[in-house]
C-alpha cells in the first residue's frame, strides 16, 4: 500500500512537471520554479516540451504499473529506476534540489516495492 501511494505520488509529480515544461514553459511562476529567465524561457521552449515528454513517459509508465496491479511490479520498479537515474543526472549537472524532488522518492518507492509495503 506504501508502494502504491508512493508510485502514484510520483506519477503526478511528473504529470505535473510535463504541463510545466510542455505547456506553461515561459509562465512567469514556472520560471521562479525553475529559475530561468524570459529570455532563457524563450530561446528553451523546445528543449523543456522535449524533456517535458519524456516526463509524460516516466507518468505513463508507472500509471500503467499500478493499472496492472500486483503484476506490475517488474515495470514499476523500471520506470523507478529511470525516475532514479534521471533525479541523480538532474541533480548532477542541474541543481540539487532535484535530488530531493525526484531522486529520493523514487528510491523510497523502489524500497517499498522491494519490500512489499
Same mark, same amino acid.
Given at each position: 500500500?506504501? %508502494?502504491? &501511494? @508512493? !508510485?502514484g505520488?510520483?506519477?503526478?509529480?511528473?504529470?505535473?512537471?510535463? *504541463?510545466l515544461?510542455? =505547456? /506553461?514553459?515561459?509562465?512567469?511562476?514556472?520560471?521562479?520554479?525553475?529559475?530561468?529567465?524570459?529570455e532563457?524561457?524563450?530561446?528553451?521552449?523546445?528543449?523543456?516540451?522535449?524533456?517535458?515528454?519524456?516526463?509524460?513517459?516516466? %507518468?505513463? &509508465? @508507472? !500509471?500503467w504499473?499500478?493499472w496492472?496491479?500486483?503484476?506490475?511490479?517488474? *515495470?514499476?520498479?523500471? =520506470? /523507478?529506476?529511470?525516475?532514479?537515474v534521471a533525479?541523480?543526472?538532474?541533480?548532477?549537472?542541474?541543481s540539487?534540489?532535484?535530488?530531493?524532488?525526484?531522486?529520493?522518492?523514487?528510491?523510497?518507492?523502489i524500497?517499498?516495492?522491494? %519490500?512489499?509495503?
Amino acid at each position: 500500500m506504501i %508502494a502504491t &501511494g @508512493l !508510485i502514484g505520488l510520483i506519477a503526478v509529480l511528473h504529470l505535473y512537471i510535463l *504541463v510545466l515544461e510542455m =505547456f /506553461l514553459w515561459q509562465a512567469p511562476r514556472t520560471r521562479a520554479v525553475f529559475g530561468t529567465s524570459a529570455e532563457f524561457a524563450a530561446q528553451t521552449k523546445v528543449l523543456a516540451a522535449n524533456q517535458g515528454l519524456y516526463n509524460g513517459f516516466l %507518468a505513463a &509508465g @508507472l !500509471i500503467w504499473a499500478l493499472w496492472l496491479g500486483a503484476d506490475g511490479r517488474g *515495470v514499476a520498479l523500471f =520506470f /523507478l529506476v529511470c525516475v532514479l537515474v534521471a533525479g541523480i543526472y538532474g541533480a548532477a549537472t542541474a541543481s540539487r534540489r532535484i535530488l530531493l524532488v525526484q531522486a529520493v522518492p523514487a528510491a523510497l518507492a523502489i524500497v517499498a516495492v522491494l %519490500a512489499g509495503i
